[in-house]
Every structure is written in structure tokens, then in C-alpha cells.
């Protein structure tokens, strides 16, 4: 949600020299595919409808993509800053749910009559239930608008130009971060700490890169995976790449099917074929008729897929916890239940894009019968969360109660407050664009703010409470991400477009020279740290 672009309707007025050299840049990118940059460089808010042609996907006189929805702004503006109280609660109380976290100096005594360490708000269990309340929905919703987004953006790009800005926008900003943003992490090595490490920083250090160690790019990773993975599937039920009167493709999704053009068992159509929720279909218009029958009505949203979320929370709550190889990156690929929670969250955000005309609940009553039965779930994950004594692997019965509060919770919290949402905000605001713009780099870089401000405040007394630490760290982080937007061909680190002719990401290799690079610094980091430094 964070890195997806969406259409803008409406497009503003611009001057003939911008429209020519527009129209020359979308051409560029349709005839010669090895000008892939010029795409990348071309913003939203240039691209008239007009100026877009069937080899893009976008039918002429058929089809024209959603408009810009101020609602999905305002939702990804306040729930970044959401992901940076989170963080900066995780300092505040005992359990230890985020690796390499500071730490409140002697934290376990706080609730038998130490000293106060948060003067005019409230205990530290306070702050443990805002972070079991935030984590039960924070992530869950940025999955949703992700996968809503790329049904406006799969109106503007080819399937193989969709995939080439995920890299851009994913890949890219997640090796830059690994690479770079292991150092404001390892400050945390000169915090308060009892008892106190036995180690060298250079060795702490070591740890952070021979793990391979993600921290707030994880999901960057996550979602660069999901959408190469689910490109092909999203294009296949589009309207402008899927035309319903010529497709040839099987239920299993080739034009040349190994068990013809319809499959010809129940496991096979369920496992082996294109479907939604083990329904074959194979068109944008079946793909719309499917999302109908499981979600139309007001029930049916709400219901169907809580319920489905709830199994999944529960079964991972159960599961044994497995880290099966120590580089962290991986952990997509083994942590099953929470990879297939998280991807079905960000399916279920494309089908209600691409079926939103018949499905979408214009209720208020509806609206408000699902956001607060949503923020009573979350919380009572929240208590769950403080009554937890063992941060990654519940007991059998808190197990179940917190799968059912977290999958019913977070499923019925986002669906109504983007209902809600959309009721509230239906125009853009003149803040809107840029704080938008500045989400991406705040919610990479607020943590690199944090670990160093508090590395060195947790030491004074006073200075080290949370109102003061949170203005502190707000001021900054804030300041920083601004400046980011302002960097110039630097933006492009952090998953931002770069501006017009600059030398990012540049035109060798279909623009891919920056990826590359970052990719062969990563291996020998690795091969470093792994193999020959001790």
C-alpha cells in the first residue's frame, strides 16, 4: 500500500510541451521495451486518458481507470504513523516482540513501584495492549490496500512493466535498507542493558548483516514476492489485459492445458487452476461473478472472509514456531501460515477493487457494525498480547482465543473503517500528496531515528520518558522523510520515482544496473560475515 501508485481520475491541466513530451515517454515505453525508465519516470497525474493505448491493456472507449481515492490516502498517511508508535511502545514494556529493540532501563521492577518512566501517560501495560492492539491489524490492512492498489495500477502498465516497478519500488528499497540501515540499528548496542552485553560492537554488528537481518523492509520483501507471484493471476482478471471475447486461456492458466480446457476432477479445478477461493474461472467477467457469490451482501463481506482469517490466525498461533535457517529473508518461505494469511489479505484487497461497483457496503449503519466489533476483537488481542508470558508461541488456549480476536478482528476493523473512511473523505485535500509521498521513506527510516535518539536518552532520566522521546523522534523522523522527497536521484532508495532525467536508476539493462549491484554487495556481506570474519 505504501509503494503502490493509483490513478487520478480527473488529471490536471497541463501545458502542451509537458503533454508531447508525456505522450513521447508512454510510447517509448510501448514500442521499445528497453526504455523501460521512461515509464518509471512518468508520474500518475500525467497520463490523460487519452493518451492510453490497447497494447497498455486499456481498452479505448471501453474502460477507464478508478479514480484517485482521498480515503486510501488518508488511511496510509495515519496508519505509517501508526507503525512508528508501535515501535516506539515496543521500548516501553517488558516483552521483547521485536528483535534488537532498546529497552526501558530495569523494566521488570516498573510495576512494583520503581521509578515512573512515563510521567504523564499511563503504565507500561498500557503501551503492551496498544502494541498487541496495533499488530493484530496494522500489517493486515497495508496488505489490503496493496493488492487494492494494483488493480488501479494494472490500468496504466503491461504485465511485464508492472512487474519491472515492483523492482524499483520493492526490490531496490529493501537491499538499499538492508545494506544501509543495519548501522542505526546496531546503536542500540550503547543503550542501558542489564545485564550487559559481553560482546564487541563490531561483532553486534556482524550479527545484524550474517542474518541478513530485514527489520521494517520485511514487508518490502513480503510484498515484492506476493506480487510477483500473483502478477500473472492479477492480469489474467483484469479488464484491460483480459479481453472476455478472445481469451484462450484454461482453467489452469496456459493455452496449451495438460488436462484440457476444463479440468477434470475436483482436486485438479481446486489446486491446479486459475480460481478464487477454489472457484475456477478464467475472465475478468467470471472473475467479478465469483467475488459476488462469496462476498455480495452485507453478511457475506463481513462473514466470509473473517471467518477464513480466523482459521489461518489460529492455526499459526498453534503451530510450532520454525526457524529453520538463520537468514531471516527466508522466513517467507517457511512461515506458512502467516505468508498465506498475509497473501490472502492482499487477493482479498484486488478481488473487492475489481468487483467494488456490486459489493461495496454504502451503509453506515453497516460501516459502524463492523469497525466496532473489529476494535473490540483487536483489543481483546491486545489483552491477550499483555497476558502472554511467551512472545512467539502462545499456550493452546490463548492460542485460539487470540487467533479468533486477531482473523475476525482485523478483517471487520478494516473493512469498516475503509468504509467509514470512505464516507468522511471523498475529495482530496492539499496535504493529501505530500505527506502521501513522504509515508514510504517515514516508515523505513523512523527506526533508524528511534534506535539512535534512544541509545542515548534512556541513559538521562527524564529526558528518557515517552512523551519527551516521542516529540523528539516525531520532530525528526518527520524532517528526515521531507528531505528524502527532496533528494533527487537519493529517492529512488527509498522507493520514490526519481525526478525527470536523472541518473537513477538509469537505461542499461532495462534499468536494472542499481538492483544488480545492490544484490552482489549483499552476497559478499554475507559471504563475509558467514564465512570468513570470526
Known amino acids: 500500500a505504501v509503494v503502490s501508485t493509483q490513478s487520478t481520475g480527473e488529471p490536471d491541466e497541463l501545458d502542451l510541451q509537458r503533454s508531447q513530451e508525456n505522450s513521447y515517454l508512454l510510447t517509448n515505453c510501448i514500442t521499445n521495451h528497453t526504455s523501460h525508465e521512461a515509464l518509471y519516470l512518468l508520474k500518475a497525474d500525467d497520463i490523460k486518458p487519452e493518451e492510453k493505448t490497447p497494447e497498455e491493456g486499456v481498452h479505448e472507449g471501453k474502460l477507464q481507470p478508478p479514480k484517485r481515492r482521498a480515503d486510501v490516502d488518508v488511511i496510509i498517511i495515519f496508519l505509517t504513523y501508526g507503525i512508528y508508535l508501535f515501535h516506539l511502545s515496543v521500548i516501553y514494556f517488558p516483552a521483547n516482540r521485536v528483535p534488537h529493540s532498546n529497552k526501558y532501563p530495569n523494566l521488570t521492577s516498573i510495576r512494583t513501584g520503581s521509578e515512573d518512566p512515563f510521567t504523564i501517560v499511563s503504565p ?10 496495533m499488530y493484530a491489524w496494522n500489517m493486515p490492512m497495508f496488505f489490503y490496500l496493496s493488492g487494492h492498489n494494483a488493480y488501479s495500477a494494472l490500468f496504466r502498465r503491461s504485465e511485464i512493466q508492472f512487474r519491472d516497478e515492483r523492482v524499483h519500488r520493492l526490490l531496490v528499497p529493501c537491499l538499499f535498507f538492508v545494506t544501509v540501515g543495519q548501522f542505526p540499528y546496531s546503536i542500540s548496542y550503547f543503550c542501558p542493558r542489564y545485564p550487559p552485553l559481553e560482546i564487541s560492537y563490531w561483532e553486534y554488528l556482524r550479527d545484524f548483516y550474517k542474518n541478513f537481518d ?18 500473472y493471476w492479477f492480469t489474467v482478471f483484469h479488464p484491460a489485459h483480459n479481453n472476455t471475447d478472445t481469451t484462450e486461456i484454461s482453467c489452469c492458466g496456459s493455452t496449451s492445458c495438460c488436462c484440457s480446457l476444463r479440468p477434470f476432477n475436483c482436486l485438479t479445478r481446486s489446486f491446479c487452476c486459475l480460481n478464487f477461493l477454489f472457484k475456477p474461472t478464467t475472465t475478468p467477467e467470471g472473475f467479478v461473478t465469483t467475488v459476488r457469490w462469496f462476498l455480495e ?10 471467518s477464513i482469517l480466523g482459521l489461518f490466525e ?19 518461505f517457511f512461515q506458512f501460515t502467516t505468508t498465506f494469511s498475509y497473501l490472502l489479505i492482499f487477493v482479498l484487497g484486488y478481488a473487492t477493487a475489481a468487483a467494488d461497483k456490486y459489493i461495496k457496503q454504502e451503509s453506515k449503519r453497516w460501516s459502524w457494525a463492523c469497525f466496532i466489533p473489529g476494535m473490540i476483537l483487536c483489543s481483546g488481542f491486545g489483552v491477550v498480547a499483555v497476558l502472554d508470558t511467551n512472545p512467539i508461541q502462545y499456550g493452546t488456549g490463548l ?16 473493512a469498516g ?4 473512511a470512505r464516507r468522511t473523505f471523498t475529495e482530496p485535500r492539499d496535504w493529501h500528496p505530500r505527506l502521501r509521498e ?12 528511534v534506535n539512535p535518539v534512544t541509545a542515548g536518552a534512556l541513559w538521562v532520566p527524564y529526558l ?7 516529540i523528539i523522534t516525531t520532530t525528526l523522523a518527520i524532517a528526515l522523510a521531507y528531505l528524502i522527497t527532496k533528494s533527487g536521484p537519493l529517492r529512488y532508495f527509498f522507493g520514490l520515482p526519481p525526478p525527470k532525467g536523472s541518473c537513477l536508476p538509469g537505461r542499461q539493462l532495462r534499468g536494472f544496473v542499481p538492483v544488480i549491484i545492490l544484490s552482489g554487495i549483499q552476497l559478499v556481506i554475507l559471504a563475509v560475515t558467514n564465512a570468513i570474519w570470526r
Open 297 to 306: 451482501g452485507p453478511i457475506k463481506l463481513a462473514l466470509v472472509p473473517a
Open 399 to 414: 492460542g485460539v482465543i487470540g487467533g479468533i480476536c486477531r482473523g475476525y478482528g482485523q478483517w471487520l476493523l478494516i
Open 124 to 133: 507500561s501495560y498500557i503501551l503492551e495492549w496498544f502494541a498487541g492492539f
Open 314 to 332: 489460529v492455526l499459526h498461533n498453534l503451530t510450532p514456531y520454525l526457524e529453520i535457517v538463520r537468514l531471516r529473508f527466508f522466513a517467507v
Open 438 to 449: 513522504m509515508a514510504l521513506p517515514f516508515y523505513l527510516i523512523h527506526q533508524w531515528v
Open 464 to 470: 528518557r520518558t515517552f512523551p519527551v522521546v516521542l
Open 214 to 231: 530485514l527489520h521494517a523492509a520485511w514487508f518490502l520483501w513480503y510484498l515484492f514476492i506476493f506480487f510477483q507471484i500473483m502478477t
Open 417 to 420: 473503517s475503509t468504509s467509514l
